[in-house]
């Protein structure tokens, strides 16, 4: 699977963006897929992912209520709907897919990336 996200840019606290990440080798509806992110200086983190069977999606608490995951089967392109953003939320976001949503969350599974896509929210 190859996976090329896009998207990100500098928005100012409260503002919106919506990251966009185009996947080929693999139709996505197939397997899990989902976004995480890494600020300046920390860990790379979990933000939202799902299986494209109807089953909910996955949020990191500290993104829940502000963004939303969604994909688009004919695109095979899964979206970050990012609202309410605030300065806490900068960082390089990258998309990823895997055979399941634990299995993303997993850092020691295998799972494939794409690479990243900046996103400055200033205050």
């Known amino acids: 699977v190859q996976l090329q996200a896009s998207g990100g840019g500098l928005v100012q606290a409260g503002g919106s963006l919506r990251l966009s990440c185009a996947a080929s080798?693999?139709?996505?509806?197939?397997?899990?897929t989902g976004w995480f992110r890494q600020a300046a200086g920390k860990e790379r983190e979990f933000v939202a992912g799902f299986l494209w069977n109807g089953a909910s999606a996955t949020y990191a608490d500290s993104v829940k209520g502000r963004f939303t995951i969604a994909g688009d089967n004919a695109k095979n392109t899964v979206y970050l709907q990012m609202n309410g953003l605030k300065p806490e939320d900068t960082a390089v976001y990258y998309c990823?897919?895997?055979?399941?949503?634990?299995?993303?969350?997993?850092?020691?599974?295998?799972?494939?990336w794409g690479q990243g896509t900046l996103v400055t929210v200033s205050s």
């Open positions: 990823a897919a895997g055979a399941t949503v634990p299995i993303l969350q997993n850092p020691s599974a295998r799972k494939y």
């Open positions: 080798g693999r139709t996505v509806s197939t397997i899990a």
